[in-house]
């Protein structure tokens, strides 16, 4: 079945770095593209960054652009978010999705 498990969050002060991480399995991760979600308290959950099968192309969300960067390596069927400059209103819950399959989600907090 498929499974996405992402990992890599936690607490991090304004201006710090997280290397987010999505390990998948159950299906042919080369084929398909990855996105992560966030939703923080209150508010929906949004598209933070979409990676396209190969070639790679990339999607931000305007809020992330400049500071956040999506990656995959489809021989260790992992996708990778590296945030960068994070700021307090990144504070969210981080989910991994492809197709209609989500992840459990991890974490983010920015806060000094």
């Known amino acids: 079945q498929v499974q996405l498990v992402e990992s890599g969050g936690g607490l991090v002060p304004p201006g710090g770095s997280l290397r987010l991480s999505c390990a998948a399995s159950g299906f042919t991760f080369s084929r398909y593209a990855m996105s992560w979600y966030r939703q923080a308290p209150g508010k929906e959950r949004e598209l933070v960054a979409r990676?396209?099968?190969?070639?790679?192309?990339?999607y931000y969300v305007d809020s992330v652009k400049g500071r956040f960067t999506i990656s995959r390596d489809n021989a260790k069927n992992t996708v990778y978010l590296q945030m960068n400059s994070l700021k307090p209103e990144d504070t969210a819950l981080y989910y991994c999705k492809t197709n209609h399959y989500w992840g459990q989600g991890t974490q983010v907090t920015v806060s000094s």
């Open positions: 990676i396209t099968n190969t070639p790679s192309d990339t």
